[in-house]
């Protein structure tokens, strides 16, 4: 367990740094210390991947605003001109992104944005429910399925909430553990997989119950066949069918965590230096995929 505990704890440091005490906007001007805008500073501290259906650029959600790296390019640019601390995020359709976290330090908004979402592939977004309540740092979505795991505003308590209806209207599941990664199971949304401290959870009724499942804990990822992939602090990369019954590590990504995620075929993972590694053989081996 202590083993376990450790590992976690580096592993959600490097996610979470950069967010402060939650409350804070992302401003730009504040980055060089002296009110003025400086040169961007580019993305810093991923919170999240994703990639668009729409043309398969590769989309990157950091403290200091969204980036983009379109199919053949190396280097990420800026998504318009904000610097929103995007905390969760996750892409659900074509151009069609939903996200969480902290305003640009230039939007009168409160500093918990609930869930907001964009139909122009991040170039505006608008809220959906939750403005000034609740702060999602991990956000998930399969059709109109939405789970959030972050802080309530008044309270600060942590809280998995649950959406039927694309995250307009909202329940309480039930939170085994803090968590750090959460992953749904392609064909059901009613199935996933939480990471904590002390392992990996399951539920099978949309965050109703859970049992124990075996396996290291690390950011997880569903693939479509069903099999399912757990990376850890350390770096390494563990894959198991969807029982969990067997565990084993098949390759290495030679830096620490910071976002995952499983599109199609190919695995992406955002290393805490900022950046982004694809492999396209089930996680055997990595390539360079993104540059800071």
């Known amino acids: 367990m202590r083993f376990r505990l450790s590992l976690f704890l580096v592993l959600a440091a490097a996610i979470a ?11 730009p001007e504040a980055l060089s210390g002296t009110g003025v805008k400086t040169n961007d500073p580019g993305p810093i501290h991923v919170h999240g991947l994703g990639i668009n259906p729409a043309d398969k650029s590769l ?6 605003g969204l980036f983009r790296a379109a199919p053949g390019e190396e280097n990420a640019n800026r998504v318009g001109d904000r610097f929103q601390d995007t905390m969760g995020f996750t892409i659900s359709g074509p151009d069609r992104f939903l996200g969480s976290g902290h305003p640009d330090g230039r939007d009168r908004l ?4 609930g869930l907001i979402r964009s139909a122009n592939a991040g170039e505006s ?19 109109t399925r939405v789970y959030g795991f972050g802080s309530d505003f008044d309270t600060r308590k942590e809280q998995l909430l649950v959406s039927d209806d694309g995250g307009r209207e909202w329940r309480k599941g039930e939170l085994p553990e803090s ?18 401290p002390a392992g990996l959870h399951r539920s099978e009724d949309a965050a109703r119950n859970w049992e124990r499942f075996e396996g290291p804990p690390g950011l997880v990822g569903w693939h479509q066949d069903g099999r399912l992939y757990s990376i850890g602090a350390d770096g390494s990369v563990n894959a198991s069918d969807s029982d ?12 620490q965590p910071a976002a995952f995620e499983v599109e199609g075929d190919d695995l992406y993972v955002a290393l805490h230096d900022g950046t982004i590694k694809r492999s396209d053989d089930n996680g055997r081996t990595w390539a360079v995929r993104s540059k800071p």
């Open 17 to 27: 740094v950069g967010c402060g005490n939650g409350g804070e906007k992302s401003d």
């Open 110 to 113: 409160p500093p918990f944005l």
């Open 125 to 143: 977004w608008d809220p959906i429910s939750l403005l000034g309540k609740s702060d999602f740092h991990v956000l998930e979505a399969r059709g």
């Open 59 to 64: 989309f990157i959600a950091t403290h200091t």
């Open 179 to 196: 968590l750090i990664a959460l992953a749904i199971d392609p064909q059901d949304p009613d199935q996933i997989i939480a990471s904590g």
């Open 244 to 255: 969990g019954g067997s565990w084993r590590t098949v390759g290495q990504i030679d830096g």
